[in-house]
């Protein structure tokens, strides 16, 4: 999230597209009533379904699974013909006026540089045109045929409300009602909030569905504002701390990013990470990137890493591919490449797609080690449980390990909600059995293994040798000591340049900010964003006073958020360019003449003048991207693609099959139903429900009480056309595996007309499998394609083709 | 010529002095009493439940819970019992002219003059309708209370269907209090009626006061018991 | 923000409600003496509710209720109807506006309504099994349910469920524990959107009432209160889009009150029969006392006996 959970009460509209706010964030749903209830605020759904969230909502708009970037361009396209732009924040804050290189161009869904054999770009000519000093070229008139905004506006210009509703099946006077609405909070006094989760990102194109929201909130002015935002709705309770943290296999923690094999040493490494400024007076942020990489190498490896071996560069491994994501890991299981696989906290069997696929890659490892709380499918892959899990333990060879972990109430620690708060939370209960923390398993590995590289040495022990474990129980380190770790600390005095009497700051103590961090050596942090989490002050994130100065929602004193307790970022951007709060209703920071001020931690250095420094600090430019440049692999700006199976080909590009870049291993492709296939020719797509929790609840009586068994939902249309009757069974199949479920016919699920033809949706909650106290059942991802975001790689769980018959049910 | 409809299995005249009657079996008598019994239970149990001032009386059945566990249990039994009891007495209960005559000279009833009313059967209007309200009400309270029957069968009918039966119950068990009063009374008032369902047998002069009609067809049906001897 | 009911101290806390607060008690007289406390009231804005049953859960955790896990039963209302476990239901209706056109999912948590004029309470036999406290809380004492389902036939919302294990009839007390020591029910604590509120009646009509104004600006004209007269009003109030029609709701009445045929059985049989019965067997008395018994003379025996010597001996031989 840009803002917070608490923040969403100061909108005038929420938009809930890509998510189920009210059914899958019935907590954080909350401020979304009380916007309502308060403010008059409304409350847009777009969705294949009609979802919990539009049972509560003013305004609801159908559209297909998959089309939600046509809809958005659509939106860009009404908000530039009716001029519903707010110009003064779009000029002053973004890259409207950025002239493009020469030799950027788009055609038939393809932009400049593609490489059909890669599946590629070379992307070099995504870029500004950048003038003799150093800087891009910028036109404020928006008259050069190149500049941002009339690429956009020509981009977009195809996207007219008759196409959109004959790629989205939106009926064409809904799609304008919608757009109307966002329009109207193109007004500076007027904010909208975006509010989207897996509805969006489990796409192959699931980057490019928010960018294209994001696009949107700064043409309406709505970034860094009260009541505005993009706010991504976090599933499980610490997966924002996962990214925080970098628990993905091209991230160091803070968003820094792990080196590749094109860099092998630490000047190579710096060579792409200097961050220039690419306009005057910017901050730039990332000019820091050394600060915070080299207090990470400190953390990390303390005394071994020195100026003279580059921070432990060498140490770190360096990536031959984009990622080891998931998906590439099944697939080097699959190929027999990868030998052992930990799954900590995580039941891959269902929660990645193609469990036929899935089961084939585990039952080739050597060994799997689960730590879970609970019992999972994954840890009981190799069991025959009849229909639902036909695996043969006779011929599976793969030893499971499995160790018991204590759950979220049974241990201290802090998770990180969706906005970004760290929130210190203490044990409620104690583990059963011989369940242990996650830190002592780990920590018993780490201590065995850097025994044996002692003993034994091998091909480079140092970095598992020479690892910082100053912990009290080397056997058990603490929450609190991990977290210390993770905010930082001072290595060694730092004294004032001017002054070499003042010690600025003092061996052995916590930093109280990212700000103090040095690359000299003299600073470790463990997560430099975390910075101000657990000060000298002591642990900011077990903060609990809720009180708020004038009600704005920022709640500065409760717990802590990342980046320095900064509750709304790119805030600077509330105020017009002279620092005027754009709406005096709804103030968050103001320049007083002198320096910033105001209710949120100003996301600006505090004296930086408002007519010089731009909001986006992270950005070279100081203003944020409506053309990201070369950021993106599948485009500078959002095209509509379909999804890999789709029920119709893409009516703008009918060439393309997809995302163009998406990656796609090969033994997958062969297992994609043809575009508008017969023998697959309804629109599925998979969803959670609010009795569960993914895969964990159905284990809970109660929640399995409240959705006990797996069902499948579809329109009364397709329930006549296939003779299924309400809560019958059915056969549900796609090309890689099938299902039984019981048929939910529901008035709440319409066929749509996409160019003319009705096309069909069925609905797929996922939270059922072979173990629990709920009704045996399937979980989706039988179904589910194996491709991911071109790129993250977040599967594509919300679009894909199945076909649906009357069935007498299992037979086990 | 076929037998008198009310002359039933063992009833018989044995000479002497007095004439002895034998007005009900052994296993007339072992029904009725079952009947009595239930009925008698499932007033009490009824009226614990019917009204707030006698729930008191759920103390007799072992508290509220167990009252009502028994209470439609006892109602079967009485069902069974008293089917029983139909199958041996109703043909002797069907309807005659005398019991009409009988009937307009309710007064004469009443006032205990037996001698105006016409000679009768085996049972006389009043019986009759006590057996024929019993046999009605008692259809009426198993059918209500099968439907209110909360334990098992609570799901096959509606709650409006329901509230229903438990009107008609209650009417139903009033109205059976009612009769079984008037039956119970008329036992009493009627001296050396009890020891009918007691040792199962009337004296003469009983059985010429109120069913001479009844006695007569006895006499001349030749039904003597086998205790007495032929006429010394 | 309705201010939400702050958390109890850790420090024990003596009930606020107890046996003098008792205005009704079931099969019995009024009490004479009660504490009369403002009546408390749940308001449940269906307009504010997102289904998502978290009510329902804390309900079953709260009250150490053991439900079953049933069946897929073609909606999302699990389990299908209320049960002596599940002292409130999510019921969903998918309900197409004919005005509009536009489906309404229409997510309606039943439960106990706590009438201010009890049909339960009126029904029920067994003394003080069910009570009503001065602040309107209907509650049932299982100790003194014999399970007769009277209450069942007495609710006019079909709210009570008796179970087939103890025998003993169930349905929401609304946390009388929890009320007790200043806390709302377990089901308002749990509820994320403030779709339940709790606190005095009067202030839940008046929250109400800035509820109705905010859906009537949304369009919903017939927007209301629903706090049904006929049973006096209850405890247990909804906020509706479309109060006019509240059997769209999963069949909330639309003018609840007691049955009439349960206000004739409880009412004028209970005291009429009784009258009946007991004049029957006093005409008795009377009529004894007035004519004596009914005797048999030693004439009737002696012409039983002359009948019975003649016919037995000529007769017989005839």
Redesign the interface.
């Known amino acids: 999230m840009t803002n917070s959970w608490t923040d969403i009460k100061n909108t005038d509209l929420v938009i809930i597209m890509g998510g189920n706010a009210a059914e899958a964030h019935p907590c954080g749903f909350k401020w979304v009533t009380e916007a309502k209830a308060t403010r008059g605020a409304k409350l847009v759904v777009v969705d294949p379904r009609f979802t919990r969230s539009a049972a509560v909502a003013d305004y609801y708009a159908p559209i297909r699974q998959g089309t939600d970037i046509a809809f958005l361009l659509g939106v860009i396209n009404y908000l530039i013909q009716n001029d519903k732009i707010q110009w003064d924040y779009v000029k002053a804050f973004t890259n409207v006026g950025y002239i493009v290189k020469e030799g950027f161009g788009y055609q038939d869904g393809l932009f400049t540089g593609y490489d059909e054999m890669k599946r590629d770009y070379n992307r070099s000519t995504w870029d500004y045109e950048i003038g003799p000093d150093g800087y891009a070229v910028v036109d404020n008139t928006l008259q050069h045929p190149r500049c941002v905004f009339n690429l956009l506006k020509q981009h977009v210009s195809v996207y007219t409300p008759e196409l959109v509703e004959r790629i989205t099946g939106t009926p064409k006077d809904k799609f304008l009602k919608v757009a109307s609405m966002m329009a109207e909070c193109s007004s500076p006094t007027k904010t909208m909030t975006s509010m989207y989760a897996l509805g969006w990102t489990q796409h192959s194109k699931g980057s490019q569905n928010i960018r294209c929201m994001a696009m949107i909130q700064l043409l309406l002015g709505n970034i860094g504002v009260r009541g505005g935002g993009m706010n991504a709705l976090r599933g499980h309770s610490n997966i924002q701390g996962l990214t925080d943290i970098g628990l993905m296999s091209n991230l160091i923690p803070g968003y820094l990013t792990i080196p590749t094999e094109k860099e092998p040493d630490f000047n190579a490494y710096m060579s792409t990470r200097g961050f220039k400024p690419l306009r005057p007076n910017q901050m730039s942020y990332w000019q820091n990137y050394k600060k915070f990489f080299v207090s990470f190498q400190k953390a990390m490896w303390g005394a071994s890493a020195t100026a003279d071996n580059n921070w432990a560069y060498d140490y770190l491994p360096k990536l031959d591919v984009p990622a080891y994501d998931v998906l590439r890991a099944f697939e080097l299981m699959k190929q027999g490449k990868m030998n052992i696989y930990f799954c900590q906290g995580f039941n891959p069997l269902q929660a990645f797609p193609n469990k036929a696929k899935l089961a084939e890659a585990l039952a080739k490892l050597k060994l799997l080690v689960i730590m879970d709380p609970l019992e999972t499918e994954t840890a009981r892959f190799w069991e025959n449980h009849g229909v639902y899990n036909q695996a043969d333990p006779s011929k599976i060879q793969t030893e499971v390990i499995q160790l018991p972990t204590t759950c979220f109430a049974e241990d201290n620690g802090s998770l990180v909600n969706s906005g970004r708060w760290l929130q210190w939370h203490w044990a409620a209960g104690t583990p059963p059995g011989d369940a242990k923390p996650d830190t002592y398993i780990m920590a018993q590995i780490h201590l065995r293994l850097k025994e044996m590289y002692k003993k034994d040495g091998g091909a480079f022990p140092d970095p598992i040798v020479n690892l910082t474990w100053n912990y009290k129980d080397p056997h058990e380190p603490s929450p609190d000591e991990l977290a210390k770790e993770l905010n930082g600390y001072v290595v060694s005095d730092v004294f004032d340049p001017n002054d070499p009497t003042k010690k600025v700051l003092e061996a052995g103590k916590q930093v109280p900010t990212f700000g103090v961090l040095r690359d000299d050596g003299s600073t470790a942090a463990g997560c430099w964003i975390y910075s101000g989490c657990y000060t000298e002050a002591g642990n900011m994130m077990a903060r609990r006073d809720n009180s708020d100065p004038d009600d704005t929602g920022a709640y500065l004193k409760w717990s802590f958020a990342w980046p320095a307790n900064r509750r709304i970022i790119y805030n600077r951007a509330s105020c017009n360019i002279d620092g005027k709060p754009w709406d005096d209703t709804r103030k968050l920071i103001w320049w007083d003449g002198a320096k910033w001020t105001g209710y949120d931690v100003p996301d600006i250095a505090p004296t930086a003048k408002p007519q010089d420094v731009g909001p986006f600090i992270m950005n070279p430019e100081g203003v944020s991207r409506l053309f990201t440049r070369g950021m993106m692999r599948d485009g500078p700006f959002p095209v509509h693609y379909e999804p890999f199976e789709s029920p119709v080909a893409n009516l703008i590009a009918p060439k393309v099959r997809g995302n163009p870049v998406a990656r796609v291993f090969k033994d997958d492709f062969a297992q994609f139903a043809d575009v508008a296939s017969k023998e697959f020719p309804y629109a599925a797509t998979s969803y959670r429900l609010t009795e569960h929790f993914h895969y964990w609840t159905k284990n809970n009586h109660v929640n399995s009480v409240l959705q006990p068994e797996f069902f499948v939902e579809i329109s009364e249309q397709l329930a006549k056309e296939k003779s299924i009757q309400n809560a019958g069974w059915v056969r549900v199949w796609s090309k890689r595996g099938s299902v039984f479920a019981k048929a939910y016919v529901t008035k709440r699920i319409r066929p749509l007309m996409v160019d003319g033809k009705p096309v069909h949706i069925v609905g797929i909650p996922i939270h059922w499998g072979f173990v629990g106290a709920a009704k045996k059942g399937f979980p989706a991802n039988v179904l589910t394609p194996f491709v991911g975001d071109a790129n993250i790689e977040t599967p594509e769980f919300k679009a894909f083709l199945v076909n649906i018959e009357p069935s007498t049910g299992p037979v086990a | 010529m076929s037998a008198p409809y009310d002359l039933e299995k063992g009833d018989a005249v044995h000479p002497g002095r007095p004439v002895q009657v034998d007005r009900y079996t052994v296993g007339a008598r072992i029904n009725h009493w079952i009947t009595a019994i239930s009925l008698i239970l499932l007033a009490i149990s009824g009226l614990a439940l019917f009204h707030p001032s006698l729930y008191f009386l759920t103390g007799l059945f072992g508290g509220g819970q167990m009252t009502r566990t028994i209470h439609p249990w006892i109602g079967v039994v009485l069902f069974f019992s008293f089917a029983g009891m139909f199958l041996r007495f109703w043909k002797a209960n069907l309807w005659k002219s005398e019991d009409g005559t009988w009937m307009r000279r309710i007064r004469d009833v009443i006032a205990g003059h037996e001698e105006k009313l016409p000679e009768l059967g085996k049972y006389n209007a009043g019986q009759k309708m006590v057996f024929w309200g019993m046999s009605l009400l008692i259809m009426v309270l198993i059918t209500s209370g099968v439907v209110i029957w909360q334990a098992y069968f609570a799901s096959y009918t509606t709650i409006e269907q329901q509230r229903i039966a438990l009107l008609v119950h209650a009417l139903a068990a009033v109205a059976i209090i009612c009769v079984w009063i008037v039956h119970v009374y008329a036992a009493i008032w009627v001296k050396g009626t009890i020891s009918a369902m007691t040792k199962g047998q009337v004296t003469g002069g009983w059985a010429w006061r109120h069913h001479r009609k009844w006695f007569r067809e006895l006499v001349s049906s030749r039904k003597s018991g086998t205790r007495g001897t032929p006429a010394e | 923000?309705f201010p939400p009911i702050p958390n109890p101290t850790t420090a024990p806390v003596a009930p606020k409600m107890s046996d003098a607060d008792l205005v009704r008690r079931s099969?019995?007289g009024s009490p004479s003496q009660v504490e009369f406390k403002e009546p408390v009231a749940k308001l449940i804005d269906v307009?504010?509710?997102?289904?998502?049953?978290?009510c329902?859960?804390a309900c079953?955790?709260w009250n150490e209720l053991?439900?079953?896990?049933?069946?897929?039963?073609?909606?999302?209302t699990?389990?299908p109807d209320l049960t002596p476990a599940?002292l409130t239901l999510m019921r969903f209706t998918?309900w197409?506006n004919p005005e509009t056109d536009?489906?309404?999912?229409?997510?309606r948590k039943d439960g106990c309504m706590h009438c201010a004029d009890p049909g339960c309470l009126k029904a029920c036999?067994?003394?003080g099994?069910i009570v009503q406290y001065s602040n309107g809380i209907v509650d049932f004492d299982h100790a003194?349910?014999?399970?007769?389902?009277?209450c069942?036939?007495g609710c006019p919302f079909?709210i009570p469920r008796?179970s087939?294990v103890d025998?003993k009839a169930y349905k929401c007390t609304l946390c009388s524990d929890r009320v007790a020591v200043g806390q709302g029910p377990a089901c308002q604590k749990a509820c994320?959107?403030?779709?339940i509120v709790f606190g005095t009646k009067t202030q839940m009509k008046e929250w109400a009432e800035?509820?109705i104004k905010?859906l009537k600006?949304?369009g919903y004209k017939n927007a209301g209160l629903y706090d049904p007269p006929g049973v006096g009003g209850t405890h247990v109030m909804y906020v509706l889009q479309h109060a006019d029609k509240p059997s769209i709701y999963a069949g909330l009445p639309d003018n609840p009150r007691i049955?009439p045929?349960?206000e004739?059985?409880k009412g004028v049989?209970?005291y009429?029969?009784?009258g009946?019965?007991g004049f029957?067997?006093l005409a008795?008395a009377l009529?004894?006392l007035v004519?004596?018994?009914?005797?048999?003379?030693?004439?009737?025996?002696?012409?039983?006996?002359k009948?019975?010597?003649d016919?037995?001996?000529s007769?017989?031989r005839s």
């Open positions: 923000m099969a019995s307009s504010k509710c997102i289904g998502c049953k978290a329902q859960s079953l955790e053991h439900e079953e896990i049933g069946t897929f039963n073609g909606t999302y699990n389990p599940s998918e197409v536009n489906l309404e999912w229409l997510i036999p067994a003394p099994a003194k349910c014999i399970g007769c389902g009277y069942v036939k079909n008796i087939q025998h994320p959107t403030q779709a800035g509820r905010d600006s949304r049955s045929i349960v004739a059985w049989t209970k009429v029969g009784l009946v019965m029957a067997a008795g009529h004894y004519n004596g018994a009914n005797k048999v003379s030693p004439e009737d025996e002696a012409n039983a006996e009948l019975a010597a016919k037995l001996s007769g017989g």
